[in-house]
C-alpha cells in the first residue's frame, strides 16, 4: 500500500521522497488488555514514545479497572465491610431471575474486587463461583437488563458496566421487601 502524491508546481523528486517518508513514518498502534488500551498514530517515534509511557504509567498506578480473571482467586474485600462470601451475599439479596441476578453479581465484582466492567467468560465466572447455574446466554442477560431496566450500559466488545441503577438496585432495593 503507497500514498499517492500529487507534486505541487516546482517541487523536485527530493522533496517528494522526503515528503513520502515522511507518509511511510506514520504508523497506528492498539495496545488492548481487559478493559484497558493505548491507541497512538503519528510518526513511529511519536507512537513509540507514547506507547511506551502510557504502558510505564499503567504498569506503575495502582489497578482499579481490573478484569475478573485477573482476581478471581483472591477473596473477596472491602476496607468498609466484613468479609462475605460471594454465596452468602446472593443468598442474603436473594435475587429473582438472571438479569437480577448478573446485575448482583455485577454490583459484587465492581465492590469487593475493583472489576469495572463484565464480558461473557467474567459473568460466567461469576454465576460458577456463586453455585449458580450459568445462563445460557450471559451477554443477552446483560443486554437485557440494559434496555428494560438501565442496570447495565454497554461499552461494546461484548462488555457491560454496571450503572448507578444497577447499584441503586442491588444495594437498596434487595433483598425485596415480602409483603
Not at 466484613?82 to 437480577?100: C, T
Not at 457491560?160 to 421487601?177: I, M, Q, R
Amino acid at each position: 500500500m503507497g500514498a499517492y502524491m500529487t507534486p505541487t508546481p516546482g517541487e523536485g523528486a527530493s522533496t517528494r521522497r522526503r515528503k513520502e517518508s515522511r507518509v511511510a513514518e506514520s504508523v497506528r498502534l492498539r495496545v488492548q488488555r481487559g478493559s484497558y488500551s493505548i491507541e497512538a498514530e503519528g510518526p513511529t517515534e511519536f507512537v513509540e514514545r507514547h506507547v511506551k509511557t502510557e504502558l510505564e504509567s499503567w504498569l506503575a498506578a495502582p489497578h482499579e479497572r481490573r478484569d475478573v480473571a485477573e482476581v478471581q482467586s483472591r477473596e473477596p474485600h472491602s476496607n468498609d465491610a466484613p468479609a462475605v462470601r460471594l454465596k452468602d451475599f446472593v443468598k442474603e439479596k436473594g435475587p429473582s431471575g438472571h438479569p437480577e441476578t448478573a446485575t448482583l453479581l455485577a454490583y459484587w465484582a465492581k465492590e469487593r474486587e475493583g472489576v469495572a466492567s463484565l464480558g461473557k467468560e467474567a459473568l460466567e465466572d461469576l454465576y460458577k463461583r456463586a453455585g449458580l447455574k450459568r445462563p445460557t446466554n450471559p451477554l443477552n442477560i446483560m443486554a437485557k437488563a440494559a434496555s428494560a431496566n438501565a442496570w447495565f450500559r454497554s461499552l461494546g466488545d461484548g462488555r457491560y458496566e454496571l450503572t448507578s441503577t444497577g447499584e441503586d438496585h442491588v444495594s437498596l432495593d434487595l433483598p425485596k421487601s415480602k409483603k
